[in-house]
């Protein structure tokens, strides 16, 4: 959908810049003005594709994480078709930052067999 969106306002661009140079010949002032907002309006265009597009690149990324994941016993598990599960994850860093910290395992800790690194919790 987005290459899609991209790629209309490249032919749109470029089809501006075909008409510029057919209108440089032109005398009428007003539709060499007219011309250069058709062209800026457009580079305004391309630009904010390309940030729309890099943010929906990094939503799709997100989700598709977040698909792959699983919750069992406090923890996050990854459940990929073809791979073996790996985890488990830290379930209060990915629930408050989004980042799958890798939870390391202390048997006979107090406080659970799991400890994370980053926010110092411990799951049983």
């Not at 470029?14 to 002032?29: F, G, N, Q, S």
């Not at 309006?41 to 929906?56: G, P, S, V």
């Not at 930052?97 to 890798?102: A, D, F, L, S, T």
Request: aromatic share 8%; net charge negative; hydrophobic share 40%.
């Amino acid at each position: 959908m987005v290459a899609e969106y991209v790629t209309g306002l490249k032919a749109a661009w470029d089809v501006a810049k075909a008409l510029k140079v057919a209108t440089d010949a032109i005398d009428d002032a007003h539709i060499k003005l007219q011309m250069a907002e058709l062209i800026s309006a457009l580079a305004d265009a391309k630009i904010e594709a390309a940030e729309n597009a890099e943010k929906i690149s990094e939503l799709e990324r997100k989700l598709s994480a977040k698909s792959t994941l699983s919750f069992e016993n406090g923890m996050y598990y990854r459940d990929e078709e073809g791979k073996e599960r790996d985890g488990p994850f830290c379930a209060t860093c990915f629930d408050s930052k989004e980042k799958e910290i890798r939870l390391q395992h202390v048997p006979g800790n107090t406080f659970g067999d799991y400890h994370c690194r980053v926010c110092n919790g411990s799951f049983a």
